[in-house]
C-alpha cells in the first residue's frame, strides 16, 4: 500500500517568483511512478508532470520542476517564473510499477499567485 | 480540454435515489478509472476497467457499481444514495495499462444529494 502526504494545505507567492510545494509518500515498493495535478477552480484535474522512481533524473515540464529524494522518500514542486493562472489545487499522487494503475493522492495544496 | 467527457455536470437527487454517472474516455484509450473527491475523504480510488474487464477495485461501497461497456464507455452506478455520498466524481483514462500510464481526468460530475 501506499501513502502520500501534503504537509502544507495553502501556499501563496508573489507573482514572477519561484515557490515549491512539498510531498512525501510512503512505499513498500522499490519502483513506482510520482505525479503531480493541478486542480483549478474549473476544478479539471491536470497533469503536471510525472517522475519514475527508478530514473535518477528530475523530471521537468516548462516552468515545472520536480526535486526527488528516493532515500528521503520526499517529491516536491517547484513552479518558477509564477503566473495568475498556476492558482489552483496541487496535488501530489503515486501509482505502483507492478499491480494496477490506481492513483494514491495526498490532501492537496491550495496555492495562491499575489499580483 | 483533456478529452474525457463526463455527464451529467451536476445531479440533484434525493436519500434513498438511484443515479447512473457516464463517462466516454479519450478516443483511444481502453482503461478508465472512477475517483471521487470529497470534502472528509479527499480524492480516493474507486474502480478501473481495462477494455471491458474489471481490473482494479478501490474503496468502493456495495452500493455502488459499475461497468465498462464494448464501445469503451463507461458508466457508474450509486444506489440508496445516503448524504454522504454527496461528492464530485472523476472518471479519468489512459490508454492502457502498464506502470506510470498517464491518466487523463474529465470534468467530473458534482452529486449533491439533499
Known amino acids: 500500500a501506499q501513502t502520500v502526504t501534503q504537509s502544507q494545505p495553502e501556499m501563496s507567492v508573489q507573482e514572477a517568483e519561484t515557490v515549491t510545494l512539498s510531498c512525501t509518500y510512503d512505499?513498500?515498493?522499490?519502483?513506482?511512478?510520482l505525479f503531480w495535478y493541478k486542480q483549478p477552480p474549473s476544478r479539471q484535474m491536470i497533469l503536471v508532470i510525472r517522475q519514475e522512481a527508478y530514473k535518477q533524473q528530475n523530471a521537468t515540464e516548462n516552468r515545472f520542476s520536480v526535486n526527488f529524494q528516493k532515500a528521503a522518500k520526499s517529491f516536491s514542486l517547484k513552479i518558477s517564473d509564477s503566473q495568475l493562472g498556476d492558482a489552483a489545487m496541487y496535488f501530489c499522487?503515486?501509482?505502483?510499477?507492478?499491480?494496477?494503475?490506481?492513483?494514491?493522492f495526498g490532501t492537496g495544496t491550495r496555492l495562491t499567485i499575489i499580483p | 480540454d483533456s478529452g474525457v467527457t463526463q455527464t451529467p455536470k451536476h445531479l440533484i437527487t434525493a436519500t434513498g435515489q438511484r443515479v447512473t454517472l457516464r463517462c466516454s474516455p479519450r478516443?483511444?484509450?481502453?482503461?478508465v478509472y472512477w475517483y471521487q473527491q470529497s470534502l472528509d475523504q479527499g480524492l480516493q480510488f474507486l474502480i478501473q476497467y481495462y477494455n471491458g474487464e474489471e481490473r482494479a477495485k478501490g474503496n468502493i461501497l456495495e452500493r455502488f457499481s459499475a461497468q465498462q461497456f464494448p464501445d469503451l464507455h463507461s458508466e457508474l452506478n450509486l444506489s440508496s444514495l445516503e448524504l454522504g455520498d454527496s461528492a464530485l466524481y472523476f472518471c479519468?483514462?489512459?490508454?492502457?495499462?502498464?506502470?506510470?500510464?498517464?491518466?487523463?481526468f474529465g470534468d467530473g460530475t458534482r452529486l449533491s444529494i439533499l
Open positions: 479519468a483514462s489512459s490508454p492502457a495499462v502498464g506502470p506510470g500510464q498517464p491518466q487523463h
Open positions: 478516443s483511444g484509450d481502453l482503461s
Open positions: 512505499t513498500s515498493e522499490s519502483d513506482y511512478y
Open positions: 499522487a503515486a501509482s505502483a510499477f507492478f499491480g494496477n494503475e490506481k492513483l494514491t
